[in-house]
């Protein structure tokens, strides 16, 4: 672990100002991927803050706390391409990329945390030259033996200006995800803009920070996720940078994601009145203000009163609980609304990827989802609680085996 694990930027990320708002905060976590094997159960695992600040310049939700990427991000696990519904996905966000923008046969596409370079498979498959570029060391050296030429690298200005001297100028550029992944969105903007051709466009995907409010989907706040983007404030951030956000989309991956389409100033496509659109709904809902996100924050500590008195009389009652899912954000549900080893016994998991290890910080072990089966909780409680509906039709045998599952947001359920 390097010297400084964790530091706070004092200025908004997008604009810079230093007027900003602690709008809430949600209780101190380790990394929310950190899960760790038996060997390592003795280990510290340090906690960081949650801060959640509103810029009163441009309206940016962030986390200041910067969390070292190296220890993020350097041994991520998570492959894309291992997912179906992912897969598909991509396979559309080609395809969209390709018809709405007509690159030229043969011109290059950069794709910035490719991962495993499921995304540029499909423009390669069009004839399209391809590069990724990734800071996972192991994934971007797959991708590459693969046939996907990747960097294993933290794109930035030095970058983009590297690419363009390697390869030339990029037609599309394409990023999922970094944008909220990154600290330092100037740099990446910057050398987005060094990097893209005249009629070059920048489209990249990012979660919204309107579902966040709307879907109360605050357990996607931690580490790794420092920034929660509405439009409204990258009008401006882009700007800035020489650059023009001409188009929004809403598109429902990861829960409510959002397309964001940029192009250098006087770039070759209209704005087309989808930015003007979301920012008035923005508005309407009032996420230009740090109020709004103050209330946000008291009705999850009234969501977290009555989870926890639910809990509070299934224990005083002898019955036994377990958790059922282990995705990164369990990590946040579980410390801010106190489910900690004392409440659910075990974690069942139908990925392979996480079972054998133990959650970040509180250790509870993961276990295959067959266990609910045989060791029998009372209760189960989703902790992946937005797959809430294909788990209980998965395992529809807990419940006439006399389980009941908890589903614990949006609201309080018992099924
Ligand atoms: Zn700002």
């Not at 370079?117 to 990734?134: H, K, M, P, Q, W």
């Not at 983009?160 to 599309?172: C, D, N, T």
């Not at 008035?280 to 008291?298: F, N, P, Q, V």
Request: glycine share 8%; hydrophobic share 40%; with cysteine.
């Amino acid at each position: 672990m390097s010297l400084n694990p964790c530091s706070r930027r004092q200025s908004c990320r997008l604009c810079g100002e230093s007027e900003l708002t602690l709008a809430f905060s949600l209780t101190p976590t380790p990394p929310a991927n950190a899960f760790v094997p038996e060997e390592q159960l003795g280990e510290d695992q340090p906690v960081f803050p949650l801060d959640l600040f509103f810029c009163e310049g441009c309206k940016h939700l962030q986390l200041l706390d910067v969390v070292d990427p190296e220890i993020l991000f350097r041994d991520y696990v998570y492959v894309s391409g291992t997912s179906v519904s992912f897969v598909k996905h991509f396979e559309d966000y080609a395809n969209y990329c390709i018809d709405r923008f007509k690159p030229e046969p043969g011109a290059l596409v950069v794709d910035i945390g490719s991962n495993d370079g499921t995304l540029l498979r499909f423009f390669e498959a069009s004839n399209y030259r391809v590069l990724g570029i990734d800071p996972a060391k192991k994934i971007a050296a797959e991708a590459t033996k693969n046939g996907i030429e990747t960097w294993a690298d933290f794109f930035d200005l030095a970058l983009g200006e590297r690419i363009l001297k390697e390869h030339g100028a990029a037609a599309i550029v394409t990023a999922n995800n970094v944008f909220a992944h990154a600290d330092d969105l100037a740099g990446i903007a910057d050398g987005v803009s060094a990097l893209l051709g005249e009629n070059g466009v920048f489209v990249f995907e990012v979660s919204y920070g309107l579902d966040v409010y709307e879907q109360t989907l605050f357990d996607t706040i931690y580490h790794e996720h420092l920034a929660y983007h509405t439009v409204l404030p990258l009008i401006g951030f882009f700007k800035s940078r020489g650059m023009e956000l001409f188009s929004v989309e809403h598109v429902g991956s990861h829960g409510g994601s959002i397309r964001c389409m940029v192009q250098p100033e006087d770039g070759a496509n209209a704005p087309d009145g989808s930015v003007e659109a979301a920012t008035a709904r923005e508005r309407e809902l009032g996420l230009d203000s740090a109020e709004t996100w103050i209330a946000y924050a008291e009705k999850i500590e009234v969501l977290k009163g009555d989870l926890n008195s639910l809990l509070a009389n299934i224990k005083s009652d002898g019955k036994t609980i377990a958790g059922f899912g282990a995705p990164a954000k369990a990590t946040t549900l579980m410390y801010h609304f106190g489910i900690g080893p004392e409440i659910i016994d075990f974690i069942a998991d139908d990925s392979p990827l996480k079972q054998n290890l133990y959650s970040p910080g509180l250790h509870i072990p993961v276990v295959a989802g067959e266990e609910i089966y045989t060791r029998k909780p009372d209760y189960v409680i989703i902790l992946a609680w937005n797959f809430a509906e294909p788990i209980m039709k998965a395992h529809a045998a807990f419940k006439e085996q006399g389980g009941k599952f908890i589903v614990p947001l949006p609201h309080l359920e018992i099924h």
